[in-house]
């Protein structure tokens, strides 16, 4: 447990309760409850189709769960836009890499500003007053970025040229340039090599440390989720099986039973 | 740029390093001292805030206990804070003991012991890491300063200390002693230790070579004299920090002629920082060169036909003209102006993507250089010049004169400098001559003779012009029955400038004449073979079709005219030779990993092809076991051809 964690273990920054959610006849998630500390890293594991990117998709408002509520930073409420999730400190990355791929690091990574930008489009546009005023300001904070993820070097590079580690990197720059509260990580290591894997491990945990940011993740590699999260929770077939630390969760006979495949009832 | 301002400092006045760092504040205090990118944005320190930093942390090292003489180490990469660091331990009196970033744990270790460091400058968490990691076995470290806390918050041993809180301890202790810090400066003298900088020996444990204050300042002012350098130079470090090059060019010259260091951002980003800075003054070895001239040539394939052609066009009117201009030979106008559209066109351009516009002095060392890649620069206008030197000689032992620049030889004798030749081998002796290897008594009587002189290792000679040649280690250096001197690196470096050669060996030590493996390149043979329609099926077909033949022989008759050239070396030229059939392979044993030949190996290994070579036949049947990528072995059998070379003329016309 990081001493983070320990400081603040009573003050949850988000809870979810009974949140169950359906397309169609397909029951995605049901009746999930667990809370996410402020500090903690906190991991979402289960097999394939457990619905752990459905959750992420609830908890940035991007699903809207049709029962139960979502509490964040004291607030209860049902619904929430993704725009309103950015707004309030919530950042994401992407299974699949979401990023502008005919613009530079550096652009993408302002992107991630975006939502703080206080003058309007023509403002920017015309770059005076300001808006330079601002824009400098931003720049300054994405460069603090850029140093953080050690990626200077690639700059002025257009992600599209860059090789799938480092358009993770990237991606998480610009989740981390939106100075979350709460950083959302759809499997951040995802088709890594081993070497990628212990950058990004490394990455997750800087961030949790220097910055004291929340962080929940989503990874399939078993390795990088006991040596890194301080809880976790097991989804399978969209309902809870398991929720505490990693040792708690790793001896648990549901969790052994769901990822070896033990035929259910 | 003022004349007063300009003009060099007398050493006998400002003997140490921290004197003359007093003298630049106080001359050029708000000139550029040092540069650092920090969040995309070129910061600069000026000679004043350097001193005034420099000034901080001595101070602070005081609070830690630093006494007259003690070693401290720095690792990391190159950066603003280290350089001051340097700087802030020579002041107390301390000797700065640099270590190489990329060291393993094993080296690290080896040298913090021998040189019995009591503190550390660690740039980050990497190289903290790496101190803490061996710590309990280097009794003499009391205390580790690391620059850049990050990732460092929660490390809780009590003897770390960051740089930020060493100088706000550096700071009190100079209020409260007030002239603690100039009497400190003011009792260094010109032979003290000014650094202990270690040589990676390529057997054994590295040596400390001990270099007083007298050996880098001198020979930085005679260098900096030489070549004109001044306040307005730029120079880019992105060399170690612990190789003498970058402590003779960043701390040295530096200081004698008060130009800027910049540093850059990170090891990635050096080309870019390379264009931003826009050096005057650039080093670099033969590899980097060769490289960049590798990316330019395969770009400007990739262009359009247009800008290629005018390319072509244009390096072929540099190439008969652009070397002499540099030079500062009379040509004629009409091949000046053609030369100077070329530049407006072709060159300048050139440069100035790769960012070397601005430079005006660029060195090259450390191994031979292809004459072509050197005239190629040359040609185009930049100012590339070789230099000889190392570690023991503070740098500097020759340096090519401007108008005086050879691709085939290092140059005359720096200021100062003597130069013989005893036995085959170099020997220097001057005002660079370093003092002693660090409580190695027994390697410095082996180096230092009793009168001054140091040994190179290298074997060479210095030809009719004065220009002192390289020609091979001292060691690997043979003679012929006859007496004749044979150097097979030098012959075999030759050969390998021809791009269809990939690689050479050659043999003759006791021999009477000298013979030749050749190995050609198969990418480059096999394009031409390609372009002239010739098929092959295999690598071993390709080196036995009697047109290759034809070419490799006429680039060993070449190789022999230009060592008729020399008188020293005329006797040796190859008189047999025959073409590999498999590629010399590291996966065999044959090279070295870093593709060095394994010369003993070779020649067990093919020993019958040698006693062929030396037999008279004209044909030999070789079986030699090969091992293949995915690991399997095999064996491959060859009946290779020999060719007869007669020797060149000893006299050649004046090309």
Request: with cysteine; aromatic share 8%.
């Amino acid at each position: 447990m990081s001493a983070a964690e320990e400081a603040t273990a009573q003050a949850p920054i988000l809870r979810l309760d009974g949140i169950s959610l359906a397309f169609g006849g397909v029951t995605v998630l049901d009746d999930v409850s667990f809370d996410i500390r402020e500090g903690e890293i906190r991991a979402i594991i289960g097999p394939n189709g457990a619905g752990k990117s459905s959750m992420l998709n609830v908890i940035n408002g991007f699903y809207h769960p049709d029962d139960g509520t979502i509490t964040y930073k004291g607030e209860t409420r049902t619904r929430m836009r993704p725009d309103q999730a950015a707004r309030q400190g919530i950042a994401r990355t992407f299974q699949n890499i979401a990023l502008f791929r005919g613009m530079s690091t550096l652009d993408n990574i302002m992107t991630g500003r975006n939502t703080m930008m206080r003058r309007n489009f023509l403002w920017q546009a015309l770059y005076v007053g300001p808006a330079r005023r601002e824009e400098l300001e931003h720049r300054a904070h994405v460069e603090r970025v850029i140093e953080f993820l050690e990626i200077e070097a690639i700059r002025r590079v257009p992600v599209g040229r860059l090789p799938y580690g480092l358009q993770k990197r990237v991606e998480l720059g610009r989740a981390l340039a939106a100075e979350p509260d709460l950083l959302l990580l759809d499997e951040p290591m995802a088709g890594m090599n081993s070497e990628e894997k212990e950058d990004m491990c490394r990455f997750v945990l800087d961030v949790n440390d220097e910055f004291g940011t929340t962080i929940a993740l989503i990874e399939h590699d078993m390795g990088v989720v006991m040596d890194i999260s301080d809880r976790v929770v097991v989804l399978d077939y969209g309902r809870l099986i398991a929720d505490g630390s990693p040792d708690e969760v790793r001896g648990n006979e549901e969790v052994i039973a769901a990822y070896l495949g033990v035929v259910r009832d | 740029m003022t004349g007063a301002a300009n003009a060099l400092p007398d050493l006998s006045r400002y003997d140490t390093s921290p004197k003359l760092l007093r003298r630049n504040a106080e001359i050029r205090g708000d000139r550029p001292c040092l540069r650092e990118k920090h969040l995309g944005i070129w910061e600069t320190v000026t000679w004043g805030e350097a001193a005034a930093q420099a000034r901080e942390i001595a101070c602070g090292l005081k609070t830690l206990g630093l006494e007259r003489g003690d070693r401290v180490s720095i690792i990391g990469d190159n950066r603003p804070v280290l350089y001051n660091a340097i700087l802030a331990i020579q002041s107390l009196g301390g000797v700065p003991v640099p270590i190489y970033q990329d060291s393993v744990a094993d080296e690290t270790r080896y040298v913090l012991n021998n040189a019995e460091v009591r503190f550390v400058f660690a740039e980050d968490q990497e190289q903290v890491d790496k101190v803490l990691e061996i710590k309990d076995e280097c009794p003499t470290i009391e205390g580790v300063i690391y620059h850049d806390p990050r990732g460092l918050r929660n490390y809780s041993e009590a003897f770390l200390c960051s740089t930020g809180e060493l100088t706000r301890r550096g700071r009190d202790y100079d209020a409260e002693h007030p002239g603690f810090y100039d009497g400190e400066v003011a009792r260094g003298a010109a032979d003290d230790t000014s650094v202990i900088l270690y040589t990676s020996g390529t057997t054994g444990n590295p040596k400390g070579v001990v270099l007083s204050y007298r050996n880098v300042l001198v020979s930085a002012l005679n260098s900096v004299r030489q070549e004109g350098l001044g306040e307005g130079d730029e120079v880019l470090a992105y060399l170690p920090m612990a190789w003498v090059g970058d402590h003779m060019f960043s701390c040295g010259q530096a200081l004698v002629a008060g130009f800027c260091v910049s540093c850059p951002e990170s090891a990635e980003t050096v080309l870019n920082d390379l264009w931003e800075v826009g050096p005057t003054y650039f080093f670099a070895p033969p590899r980097i060169f060769e490289n960049i001239l590798t990316t330019v040539m395969i770009r400007i394939q990739d262009s359009g036909w247009v800008k290629r052609k005018l390319f072509f066009h244009f390096l072929e009117v540099a190439k008969v003209h652009g070397k002499r201009i540099l030079d500062g030979e009379t040509v004629g106008s009409s091949a000046r102006l053609h030369y100077a559209l070329g530049a407006l066109l072709i060159f300048r351009p050139l440069l100035n993507t790769l960012g070397l516009t601005r430079v005006k002095l660029g060195y090259t060392a450390g191994e031979a250089i292809g004459p072509d890649i050197f005239d190629f620069y040359r040609s185009i206008g930049f100012n590339l010049k070789q230099l000889y030197g190392m570690t023991e000689a503070s740098v500097f032992i020759t340096i090519q004169p401007n108008g005086e620049v050879r691709s085939d030889t290092v140059g005359r004798p720096a200021a100062e400098v003597e130069l013989r030749i005893e036995d085959n081998e170099v020997q220097f002796r001057g005002p660079g001559v370093f003092v002693e290897y660090f409580r190695n008594p027994e390697a410095t009587a082996e180096t230092k003779t009793g009168d001054g002189w140091c040994r190179t290792g290298d074997a060479g000679f210095i030809d009719g012009e004065g220009h002192l040649k390289i020609i091979d280690r001292a060691k690997d250096v043979g003679r012929l029955t006859d007496g004749t001197l044979f150097a097979p690196k030098y012959i075999e470096n030759k050969l390998k400038f021809f791009p269809d050669i990939f690689e050479a060996v050659c043999f003759g030590d006791g021999r009477d004449c000298v013979t030749a493996f050749i190995n050609i390149d198969l990418e480059a043979m096999g394009d031409w073979a390609e372009r002239n329609g010739i098929s092959y099926a295999s690598y071993q077909e390709l080196a036995g079709l009697p047109r290759v033949y034809d070419i490799i022989q006429g680039r060993v008759e070449q190789v022999n005219r230009d060592l008729a050239a020399d008188a020293d070396l005329a006797g040796a030229q190859i008189r047999r030779f025959l073409v590999l059939h498999k590629q010399l392979d590291a996966d065999d044993g044959e090279l070295t990993r870093t593709r060095k030949v394994r010369r003993r190996h070779v020649s067990e290994k093919y020993g019958s092809l040698i006693e062929a070579l030396y037999s008279g036949r004209d044909r030999c049947g070789i079986e030699t076991e090969v091992t293949f990528e995915d690991g399997r072995k095999g064996t491959v059998r060859a009946d290779l051809q020999i060719r007869d070379i007669a020797p060149a003329e000893a006299e050649r016309s004046a090309a």
